[in-house]
T-cell receptor, first 113, second 113 residues
Framework: AQSVSQHNHHVILSEAASLELGCNYS??????LFWYVQYPGQHLQLLLK??????LVKGIKGFEAEFIKSKFSFNLRKPSVQWSDTAEYFC???????????FGQGTELSVKP | NAGVTQTPKFQVLKTGQSMTLQCAQD?????MYWYRQDPGMGLRLIYY???????DKGEVPNGYNVSRLNKREFSLRLESAAPSQTSVYFC????????????FGAGSRLTVL
């Protein structure tokens, strides 16, 4: 069955620390992958997406993610987090030919000032 | 720029009552979705509509029905609400399914007593 898994449920970091949030997917065939963010009290918005091409994709606010096909992973990274990055982060995937966008369980990030 | 509009924003129901969540988008998107968000579970797809006139089950369709009224509107109905349906519900739309980015509504918080 198609699925997306996020390993970390809650991550606590201090400002300026580096961030890496794990995401693994299980899909046959070509897959499109996304990271969405939900800031406190707000609805989800897109951080970045991977469809094809360069496996290292850059998104808004200094975030990036690397698609590693051999590991079925799409981890989110940021070199130096800020307090304003406190939010819940969701990885999601959908087969390239269309269908259901499936989300991971989410990772809550708390950044201490 | 209204985007995706959901109503109501909050609702409290008693077990066994019925209600309909309304969703409308003004972006001329073809695909629409209903998700529920629960702590530690991420977003789970209830139903989606890849295009006007079609609907398909997602991961957790039991206890729900949907209607794609026209291209703009996609409603979610709870025929006989249960406490397990207490959740935050998000409607979303995209240009088409598959590789397209979802635009989310602000969410509807439903409590079933």
């Amino acid at each position: 069955a198609q699925s997306v898994s996020q390993h970390n449920h809650h991550v606590i970091l201090s400002e300026a620390a580096s961030l890496e949030l794990g995401c693994n997917y299980s899909y046959g065939g070509t897959v499109n992958l996304f990271w969405y963010v939900q800031y406190p009290g707000q609805h989800l918005q897109l951080l970045l997406k991977y469809f094809s091409g360069d496996p290292l994709v850059k998104g808004i606010k200094g975030f990036e993610a690397e698609f590693i096909k051999s590991k079925f992973s799409f981890n989110l990274r940021k070199p130096s987090v800020q307090w304003s990055d406190t939010a819940e982060y969701f990885c999601a995937g959908v087969p390239d030919q269309g269908g259901k966008l499936i989300f991971g369980q989410g990772t809550e990030l708390s950044v201490k000032p | 720029n209204a985007g995706v509009t959901q109503t109501p924003k909050f609702q409290v129901l008693k077990t066994g009552q019925s209600m309909t969540l309304q969703c409308a988008q003004d972006m001329n998107h073809n695909s629409m979705y209903w998700y529920r968000q629960d702590p530690g579970m991420g977003l789970r797809l209830i139903y989606y509509s890849a295009s006007e006139g079609t609907t398909d089950k997602g991961e957790v369709p039991n206890g729900y029905n949907v209607s794609r009224l026209n291209k703009r509107e996609f409603s979610l109905r709870l025929e006989s609400a249960a406490p397990s349906q207490t959740s935050v519900y998000f409607c979303a739309s995209s240009l088409s399914d598959g590789a397209n980015v979802l635009t989310f509504g602000a969410g509807s918080r439903l409590t079933v007593l």
